[in-house]
């Protein structure tokens, strides 16, 4: 079994190598290259130092993680040819070098591998200009955008924009983040004598630069004004308002005296969408997020949880509750994620019958809604009418119940059926897919508008509403379910 012997080229320039590392090439029994586009190459020719590269992995492979998956694995084969190999990348091997990522974890202590150090691109770049990292510093992935993203409160330096191409995309991702006119440096050749270029230039021009190629980064120094804000500036914000110097009135809240604004704001998103108002959307959940950060900051200053807390919770619930997504569970359709989603809750929750799943859907919420998640529920083990026709008879059998009893006295037994006749509507309208409560709450503005339409008809004509006849209202009515005005009004 051979060893292997990682070794970092630097950011370009020969001097910067190491005299160990330097002896490590020249001694090399057998030396493979990452690539040859690299400054140092031309002196490694010139010395006569043989070497062999991965650049025909390039060539080959249908993307990145593939050519990088496949150099690691031709590295380790070799060794365990029993060859010592010397594999060089450029800069540092522990700097955005995602083959030596992968060598290191093959490797897993069966084939000895040891890394050199090098001087890094990063260094040749925060030298170039000339930038303190004590503030921070975030080193990105220009081909990993999707899983690393870029911090605007501190400096970032996205390596690998090696084409226009590139750059273009990276442009694209950064315009999600910073204002298009934010100031960055495009840097080529960091540290290379007579090589190296750089230009500061706005953001919206990143994609114009001609004289990109593989030697090129960009650092983006902290960002002077966000375009957004971002969560922990919510979070900054309460912990402000629920300071000693911040809002009395945010201060003396509490988990109770909140309820019903936690309420108002569930419902006025509800509005948002039903308005189709985007703007609107966008506020109202701004709201109702202010609602979870306000309840965060009063469980962190009681020491019982942190926001941190409801949103691991949250990310492992959702991971637990879709084994269809994660797991090995099929769900074909919407029903069978359905299904699925209450499988996991029911184990989850330790529920041991289907009665108990029941009783977990909460009283506070509005009848409506919890009879139809009740209905909902109950038809996942079969207790269902076989179609829409089933659950429209039963209604008509509870509205002839009903008339059995309405002129009696007995309010408590009419109470009782007015009970079932609303929940067998209920029950309609989860098999035609509609959700009551939001039909009710649609009829009920419906009626508003149509009554507001009587009332601004009598008094145009000098009439109060106390003094018209049922008839009068009801042919106002009539005429109202024509009128233009509702646009909720289908009738």
């Not at 919510?234 to 909140?258: A, V």
């Not at 089933?390 to 408590?412: H, I």
Request: negative net charge; aromatic residues 8%; hydrophobic residues 40%.
């Amino acid at each position: 079994m051979g060893k292997i012997i990682i070794v970092g080229l630097g950011p370009g320039d020969y001097n910067s190598l190491t005299t160990k590392v330097e002896d490590i090439l020249k001694n090399a029994e057998n030396l493979i290259l990452r690539t040859v586009k690299h400054p140092v190459v031309d002196k490694l020719q010139d010395m006569g130092i043989k070497f062999e590269s991965c650049d025909d992995i390039y060539d080959s492979a249908e993307n990145f993680e593939e050519v990088y998956d496949k150099i690691s694995q031709r590295i380790i084969a070799r060794a365990n040819e029993g060859q010592n190999v010397v594999y060089a990348v450029p800069g540092h091997p522990l700097a955005a070098e995602k083959s030596v990522e992968l060598i290191l974890n093959k490797a897993d202590g069966k084939t000895e591998v040891i890394v050199e150090g090098a001087m890094s691109f990063i260094d040749a770049v925060t030298a170039s200009l000339k930038i303190d990292i004590s503030s921070g510093l975030k080193i990105i992935d220009a081909l990993r955008m999707d899983k690393q993203k870029p911090d605007t409160d501190c400096g970032n330096i996205i390596t690998q924009v090696y084409s226009r191409f590139i750059a273009s995309e990276v442009k694209l991702i950064l315009m999600d983040y910073y204002n298009y006119d934010q100031k960055i440096c495009i840097i080529k050749a960091a540290g290379v004598e007579n090589q190296e270029k750089l230009e500061w230039i706005p953001l919206y021009q990143l994609d114009t630069i001609e004289w990109v190629d593989y030697l090129t980064s960009i650092y983006i120094p902290p960002a002077e004004s966000k375009k957004f804000k971002t969560m922990e500036d919510l979070i900054e914000l309460m912990e402000t308002l629920r300071g000693e110097k911040g809002c009395p009135w945010d201060r003396k809240q509490t988990h109770e005296t909140l309820k019903p604004y936690l309420l108002e704001e569930c419902y006025e998103v509800i509005d948002a969408i039903e308005s189709g108002n985007i703007d609107q959307l966008i506020e109202e959940l701004g709201d109702l997020l202010l609602q979870v950060v306000f309840h965060c900051q009063i469980g962190k200053e009681a020491g019982h949880f942190h926001i941190n807390d409801v949103i691991t919770f949250l990310v492992n619930k959702l991971v637990s509750r879709h084994p269809h997504v994660f797991g090995d569970i099929k769900a074909d359709d919407e029903s069978g994620a359905l299904k699925s989603w209450e499988a996991s809750k029911k184990d989850e929750k330790k529920m041991k019958t289907h009665t108990e799943v029941l009783k977990a859907i909460p009283k506070a919420m509005p009848a409506l809604m919890r009879g139809y998640k009740v209905q909902e529920k109950a038809a996942l083990v079969g207790f269902d009418w076989p179609d829409v026709d089933g659950a429209t008879a039963k209604v008509e059998e509870e509205f002839l119940e009903l008339k059995e009893v309405y002129k009696t006295s007995n309010n408590g037994k009419i109470e009782e059926e007015i009970g079932d006749l609303i929940f067998a509507v209920v029950n309609v309208a989860r098999f035609l897919n509609v959700q009551p409560e939001l039909a009710l709450t649609k009829t009920i503005e419906k009626f508003i508008d149509r009554f507001n339409y009587i009332e601004e008809i009598a008094l145009k004509n000098g009439i109060k509403l106390e003094s018209m006849t049922l008839e009068e209202m009801d042919s106002l009515w009539n005429r109202a379910k024509t009128h233009k005005f509702n646009k909720n009004d289908e009738n």
